[in-house]
Nanobody, 124 residues
């Protein structure tokens, strides 16, 4: 499964971006999907995740109330709506997927497939 993360870019602090994770040639409807990020000089950290069954979501405390993960059933993608962005959100954002998992996965080792990342830069 090849994942493609898109939607990154340059945005001013307080602004919004919407990232999208797509799988080539298939829908992500049967996959648990997570978003992770890696900022400058930092390790990869969990951002948000959605389970494959039931649509249970989970968020990192740092993004709770600002970010929202959702499935676009028409497109077969999993999107990450990011609002009220600040400089701490500057990072390369990665999406990851695992087939048929009933809980949102917060650890990188839980995922089988990874996208290449999309850069989000928040200017202050």
């Amino acid at each position: 499964v090849q994942l493609q993360a898109s939607g990154g870019g340059l945005v001013q602090a307080g602004g919004s971006l919407r990232l999208s994770c797509a799988a080539s040639g298939r829908t992500l409807s049967d996959y648990a999907v997570g978003w992770f990020r890696q900022g400058p000089g930092k390790g990869r950290e969990f951002v948000a995740a959605v389970s494959s069954i039931g649509g249970t979501t989970k968020y990192a405390d740092s993004v709770k109330g600002r970010f929202s993960i959702s499935r676009d059933s028409a497109k077969g993608t999993v999107d990450l709506q990011m609002n009220s962005l600040n400089s701490e959100d500057t990072a390369v954002y990665y999406c990851a997927a695992r087939l048929t998992y009933s809980s949102p996965l917060v650890y990188t080792l839980g995922y089988t497939y990874w996208g290449q990342g999309t850069l989000v830069t928040v200017s202050s």
